[in-house]
T-cell receptor
Framework: AQSVAQPEDQVNVAEGNPLTVKCTYS??????LFWYVQYPNRGLQFLLK??????LVKGSYGFEAEFNKSQTSFHLNKPSALVSDSALYFC????????????FGKGTTLSVSS | NAGVTQTPKFQVLKTGQSMTLQCAQD?????MYWYRQDPGMGLRLIYY???????DKGEVPNGYNVSRLNKREFSLRLESAAPSQTSVYFC??????????????FGPGTRLTVT
């Protein structure tokens, strides 16, 4: 079965500090990995994806993620956090058995303090 | 482009009532999805439609039915609502090409409460 785990329910960082939101996955074959962000009372917004190629993926709003096949991880990073980055972050992996449907992690709440 | 639109934004139902959640996209996407979001559980796939004329069950299909009316529209129906269906429902669409998955675009959600 394919799955994705976000081990931290909440991550707290101070503005200006680097942030990391962790994600690990389990999938048969090559994974397709995604990060989404959800602001309060809004739908999900796409941040970035890894399909193939360079392990370091750059996305929207200065976020990046590194695909690590040996550790089956796809952690989300940003060098300098902003208060406006505070939101709910979801990691997702493609579920091959369900066509193009995605399997989402449970989400990590990022709180950036000023 | 409006992207993905959903109606209604809010709904309160009594147990046993029925309703249909509407979703439409104007991006000419082939695939559409219905998810529910519950606290601490992330998003769980209810049904999806890989292309017009096809629908398939996701992780939590019980108690729901769907209709892919045309390429633009994908509706979700609750025939007899139960309190366990209290949730936020999201519709999404995507345009996979040659098996390479593109990102999904999400609607703003429908907040449903069943009393």
């Amino acid at each position: 079965a394919q799955s994705v785990a976000q081990p931290e329910d909440q991550v707290n960082v101070a503005e200006g500090n680097p942030l990391t939101v962790k994600c690990t996955y389990s999938v048969s074959g090559n994974p397709y990995l995604f990060w989404y962000v959800q602001y309060p009372n809004r739908g999900l917004q796409f941040l970035l994806k890894y399909i193939t190629g360079d392990n370091l993926v750059k996305g929207s709003y200065g976020f990046e993620a590194e695909f690590n096949k040996s550790q089956t991880s796809f952690h989300l990073n940003k060098p300098s956090a902003l208060v406006s980055d505070s939101a709910l972050y979801f990691c997702a992996v493609r579920a091959n058995q369900a066509g193009t449907a995605l399997i989402f992690g449970k989400g990590t709440t990022l709180s950036v303090s000023s | 482009n409006a992207g993905v639109t959903q109606t209604p934004k809010f709904q309160v139902l009594k147990t046993g009532q029925s309703m249909t959640l509407q979703c439409a996209q104007d991006m000419n996407h082939n695939s559409m999805y219905w998810y529910r979001q519950d606290p601490g559980m992330g998003l769980r796939l209810i049904y999806y439609s890989a292309s017009e004329g096809t629908t398939d069950k996701g992780e939590v299909p019980n108690g729901y039915n769907v209709s892919r009316l045309n390429k633009r529209e994908f509706s979700l129906r609750l025939e007899s609502a139960a309190p366990s269906q209290t949730s936020v429902y999201f519709c999404a669409s995507s345009d996979p090409t040659s098996g390479i998955p593109h990102e999904q675009y999400f609607g703003p959600g429908t907040r449903l409460t069943v009393t």
